[in-house]
């Protein structure tokens, strides 16, 4: 369907957040500008909600010093921020034929697609998707960024039924994802969490949990089939005594001196214990199965904050402290 409103053929004053050099908050500002018509194969969205994650942060500050090579050696070469948005589109590009105008749609990219703006132009391809129906907003929008490394995770691991799975970090956004895309397969699951949220990650699908301030998950008795560190605090050190015969450890972050990945390619090799490096799948694998997940009510993201648009430096403080829970939102 080709664009039918006037907003297809006029430029549109909105506000966007953008950074024009790596660093912390401080870089950001909240500019107004002008927005053109969409090209050809592109919709034209009014954004709803957006998430800051672990990723936006790695984009914003260029670390670690891969993402400089990924979105920009000196300066980014993409001023926009925002890896993920919610929102309903306004315009469609004339030849654009599978979405049109009142079609809500979710996206998401790693290296980032301006979601964190009033409105944005994006091309027609594997990172986007429609919203089913039911499923609001703010519910799309803060699903996404955590599932989609979570089902890095869960694909990559040979999960059967009767092992045991450790999650540490079970509270953030891949975390809680993971826990609820792993729970309704037959297995026995811990989960890490300070004392407050011991609770919630039970709901969450946990059948025991660990308080991390309390000890060190690695410093147990248990063993496991797989331990997933969600957060990238444990190392391979700690976490080989830990696995069964044939177990697997697979973390977030590249480790010490960027062990994981270098371990990861020895240990296929190998038919003990291995490390598994989460390389993230293609959306056109993920944002269909999250879609799927939300639908069937499989997955429900956590919330932890809500920001404005004009407020969005203080949520990347926030973020960055590496205490939030779930997902912190802007709500446009």
């Not at 609001?136 to 040979?158: L, P, T, W």
């Not at 059967?160 to 993971?178: D, W």
């Not at 291995?274 to 944002?287: A, D, G």
Request: hydrophobic share 40%; proline share 5%.
């Amino acid at each position: 369907m080709g664009a039918t409103l006037s907003l297809s053929s006029i430029c549109i004053n909105m506000r966007a957040a953008i950074r024009k050099r790596y660093g912390g908050p401080e870089v950001i500002n909240v500019i107004e500008t002008d927005l053109p018509p969409p090209a050809a194969d592109q919709i034209q969205v009014k954004v709803q909600a957006s998430t800051v994650n672990r990723t936006d942060c790695a984009n914003l500050t260029g670390q670690p010093l891969i993402m400089h090579f990924v979105l920009g050696i000196r300066t980014p070469r993409d001023v926009r921020i925002g890896v993920d948005f919610a929102g309903e589109i306004v315009a469609v590009g004339s030849a654009v034929t599978e979405y049109q105008v009142s079609d809500r749609i979710v996206g998401f990219a790693d290296t980032g697609l301006g979601g964190q703006a009033e409105m944005l132009n994006i091309k027609i391809g594997k990172h986007i998707i429609k919203i089913p129906e039911g499923i609001d907003y703010v519910s799309a929008a803060a699903a996404v960024e955590g599932a989609h490394y979570a089902y890095s995770f869960i694909e990559r691991a040979d999960i059967r039924a009767g092992q045991k799975v450790l999650v540490n970090g079970a509270t953030g956004a891949i975390g809680s994802a993971l826990l609820q895309l792993i729970r309704p397969l037959d297995i026995h699951i811990t989960g890490t969490a300070d004392t407050e949220h011991q609770e919630l990650i039970r709901s969450l699908g946990a059948d025991e949990t660990i308080d991390y301030t309390q000890t060190n998950f690695w410093e147990q008795n248990e063993k496991y089939d797989h331990i997933f560190d969600a957060v990238g605090k444990s190392r391979w050190g700690h976490c080989k005594p830990l696995l069964n015969t044939f177990g697997s450890y697979t973390s977030s972050e590249l480790g010490p001196r960027a062990e994981n990945p270098v371990l990861s390619l020895f240990s296929f090799w190998t038919r003990d214990k291995q490390v598994h490096f989460p390389i993230p799948y293609s959306t056109e694998k993920t944002l269909p199965y999250i879609m799927d997940a939300l639908n069937r009510e499989i997955l429900t993201p956590v919330i932890d904050r809500v920001h404005s648009l004009s407020d969005i430096a203080e949520a990347y403080r926030y973020v960055m402290t590496g205490q939030k829970i779930g997902n912190v939102l802007i709500k446009h």
